[in-house]
């Protein structure tokens, strides 16, 4: 049992806090462009942002000898997700009403990717089943943001997520 708990607490804990370190990001980026004019975009906010809190996330789910695999796969697998999120949330900025089934979708296509390429990283069966957890659980966390509250919506695909992938990583240990 000890050996489904501690990666469910650890991956949930992980990209729990992985997801709201995005919307901090988001947040930020939304700050420093407006003090900029608008002239504010760079690699920090769309790679090297999402990469490091993808790692935070993969790293504590691993927690061992699957740790650098685990934690350069979610690594990778952040900033694509990054990108369709910041893609979602532009393209709807014109709408006159929220579109939820819209963000629950890119959402979840954002947490899909992600998902699996992370769990493809830490062991090969885990690709298929990261892409679903994480895709569900970011459809989820995509309507929640879209109802107006994106720090509930973020963290809980993130914890939702990374939850289900622990358990999934605990059983084929």
Not at 58 to 63: T, V
Not at 96 to 112: M, Q, R, S, V
Request: some cysteine.
């Amino acid at each position: 049992m000890n050996r489904v708990i501690w990666p469910a607490l650890r991956g949930a804990v992980g990209f729990g806090l992985s997801t709201l370190g995005l919307v901090g990001l988001l947040r930020g980026m939304n700050l420093l462009d407006a003090s900029a004019g608008g002239r504010v975009s760079g690699m920090i906010f769309f790679v090297l942002g999402p990469f490091a809190c993808g790692v935070i996330g993969g790293a504590l789910l691993a927690a061992g000898s699957d740790t650098p695999r685990t934690a350069a796969g979610f690594g990778c697998g952040f900033v694509p997700l990054w990108f369709v999120i910041v893609v979602v949330l532009t393209s709807l900025q014109g709408g006159g009403a929220p579109e939820y089934g819209y963000g629950a979708i890119g959402h979840g296509i954002a947490f899909a990717i992600a998902g699996g390429l992370g769990g493809l990283a830490t062991r090969r069966g885990l690709g298929l089943s990261g892409a679903l957890v994480f895709g569900l659980a970011g459809a989820l966390g995509g309507y929640l943001s879209f109802k107006g509250n994106m720090l509930l919506g973020m963290g809980a695909a993130g914890t939702l997520g990374g939850a289900a992938l622990g358990i999934l990583y605990g059983l084929t240990d």
